[in-house]
């Protein structure tokens, strides 16, 4: 046997084949769906809610700071969970006291606020020391202990053990001081247990080492008497491996709960050495902290044990009776942390293996990954790994492009800095100049600037837990694979056992013959509303055919001289996201077309719903009567439903009135009834569809700078949109697409690929409706269009602003709801990073305030190309 099948067979016998059995059951919320994103939050099991509410509703629980006997229960069960906790982290009250926070953050902010490093001058105190592979919260800490230290480190790990070890690094001298401890100065070393970024695992013999010797740092002399002291962050540790506090003992640990058991959110711990506790000093205090104080004259006493002195205000005792069905669900359906830390590691594994070896056709590396860690042990390496891609010339692809693709397959990974920033400085190479510069060229935190100057600046992380399977990480392989090599790449599979797969194949039928049987084939029934009118097809525009012009076009993208060009089509989309309202000629209004993307429907929490949460939308039609003023919306198999269109007009004042979020904008708006959403939340089975419109009134403004507009020119009114009034569309480029995916042809099936790639002989109309543009142009070149300053449709005059970034969206089929990867995978390859297609534009008005309308048939005519062409 080959070391490779000998190393396959080693990860088996550490992965849990338990929880593909059970995984439909217990996490239904992962059906058709690969969450791989469990170092920002893992996921809760079914049954452990049904424990949480199951308890809730048996159990009466009071308010802990009363006497009566629901508050002594709540009071006995949440000292029940702080022990139970101990015990799983292998420790007890008698060495550590547990201080229940709201989170990691929350429990370094009390090291941050209350450690003291001493007393006397600020040179005699002791200093804060802390690896640049920390957390956010961990650089926040270093503003506010400022002014009670006497220096402030920041050490790569390097220089971190050269520290430990007595060899000076001159690298951070710059920020050091020359000063003499005095014996009561106290040191604080603050490091990771794992890289929220990376996954690597730190040595927790640093603990042991550093208060042992202590740091040497240039220019601080310490003196004998001087006390180090260490904070260890398990946020990311704790949440796929056992911390075992009776080997490891920091006199600091901060703890995520909701990283480890998926809920309840919002609850951590700072657990604190009891050697520890004298070195913090608080001076707030809050209801429940004290046991006697006065109103008058600065007299307060606090609690004699740690925890009862940090827990200010009432405890959050319900989240903390819930973290035992956590406990319990990990316990149970992953054999404990152990457990955890097995099944994480040899599906991170696995792969890490296949995504190292993934190249392109002249052999280059497909992806660069980061932590320098070869996942041979599970000691060394969390279930994490984090990369960036680059193309067959070596270029890179950005992390918004990747996380593009993989919401086209429905896998939920996380992209940027992780909120560890020194990480991403370290393996992306950038310096804190460049950081400042990127953030004076506009970007931040969060956004979607993944690469500045040819450089990423973020990365992809995919984390596993222990609900993930072999499956998931096949898929998110397979996924970057069909999406970024040029040619199709076989996946090897993870070699199970025999016993397993004949198991698996039994089960597999088992589940297929129930769901067959017990399967409802009846069609849903349509509601019938008091605005319901019986059944109809949509109303069909006649298709126009027109006429060519003899028009002179001097100024052209085209070298080949003169070109005709003419408006094909106009489309509306009234209700945003849904289907396309074709007409022959439209007004245009102060927002673009009149009426377009004017509706929106919400969830009843008031979330924007897309065709990415609910597909079908986009065969809801909208239509649009003119005449007897009237929006009637249409849906196969069940009966349209009509409204006024006039309704804010003649609302009797019972609409509701709120605020909806489009593309980060806040938009007024207000509700259509309670009539036509029971009717969408019937027709597209999706509970709770509400249908807002925008008020008349609303100011909603685009942000895309009109380089061409003089200073005075206010910036264009906007409807929903997402950028601009306008997206124009011209047919010659749809063709030259349609050819491209042809001639690229269509990507092996493979057995575990969710989505289909797009039929080769996808038609113009298809395609063109999938990139849902307003106004569709032909005649011209191919892409001409993107180096367009302005043009005329008719007698008016449209401003063009750019080009459209295009996201997963595209792959909708727009008339039948199905996904593909096409073409958002050709435009990849062959358009490169942003993606374009079509530009966004808005009508100038006219001069002398006319109304404008536009028809199919009208002549186009470029008027300028852009000055930085």
Known sequence: MSTKELESQKMSVNYNYSIEQSRLQEFPNLKETVYVDHAGATLYSRTQLEAVHQDLMCNLYGNPHSHNASSKLATDTVDQIRSRLLRMFNTDHEEYSLIFTSGCTASLRIIADCFHFGEGKENERGVFCYLDDNHTSVQGMREVVSDRCSAIFCLNEDELVQALSGSKSKSVSESSVDAQFPADAQSLLCFPAQSNFSGRKYPLNWVAECRKRGLDLPGHKSSAAEKWYVLLDTAAFASTSPLDLSSVKPDFVSVSFYKMFGYPTGIGALLVHKRARPTLHKCYFGGGTVAASTAKGRFHAFWKSLHSRFEDGTVPFLNIISLKHGMDAVQRLAGGMQGVSDHVFAIAQYFYQHLSTLQHGNGKLLAEIYGGVKFEEPEDQGGVVTFNLCRA??????????????????????????????????????????????????????????????????????????????????????????????????????????????????????????????????????????????????????????????????????????????????????????????????????????????????????????????????????????????????????QCFVLPLDQEEESDGSASFCTNKVCGDRVNTFDCGDAVADWLSDVLQYSGVRLLRQQSSDTRKSRLEDKQASGNQAPQKLSMANESQILLLNRASVRSLQAKIAELGPLEEADDTRVPTAPEDISEDNLLLRFRGNLVLDGGDAFEEEMWDSISIGDHVVKCLGHCTRCSMICMDQETAKKSREPLKTLSVWRGKKVPFGIHSRMLPASDGARQTIRVGDPVKVLALTPYQ
């Open 393 to 638: 010339n070596g270029v890179y692809i950005g992390y918004s492009e990747v996380d593009k693709f993989a919401n086209l397959h429905d896998v939920h990974v996380r992209t940027g800095c992780f909120c560890n920033i020194g990480a991403c400085q370290r393996f992306l190479s950038i310096s804190n100049k460049v950081i400042k510069e990127n953030f004076d060229a506009g970007h931040v935190c969060g956004d979607n600037m993944d690469m500045i100057a040819g450089r990423p600046t973020g990365a992809v992380r995919i984390s596993f837990g222990y609900m993930s399977t072999i499956a998931d990480a096949r898929v998110c392989l397979r996924f970057i694979a069909d999406s970024f090599l040029e040619k199709p790449t076989v996946i090897p599979s993870f070699p199970n056992p025999q016993w397993y797969s004949a198991e698996k194949a039994a089960s597999a039928k088992a589940q297929t013959n129930a769901h067959v049987n017990g399967a409802d084939k009846s069609a849903p029934t349509a509601l019938t509303k008091t605005e319901s009118v019986p059944a109809q097809p949509a109303p069909s525009i006649p298709k126009i055919v027109p006429k060519a012009t003899t028009n002179d076009v001097s100024n052209v993208a085209s070298n080949r001289g003169e070109t005709q060009r003419t408006l094909t089509d106009i489309h509306l989309y009234p209700l945003k996201s849904c289907g396309a309202f074709k007409v022959s000629e439209w007004e245009m209004g102060s927002k673009g077309l009149l009426y377009d993307r004017e509706w929106v429907l919400v969830t009843d929490a008031g979330v924007t719903i897309g065709q990415k949460r609910i597909p079908q939308i986009c065969m809801l039609t909208p239509h649009i009567d003119l005449e007897t003023r009237r929006f009637t919306l249409f849906f196969p198999g069940a």
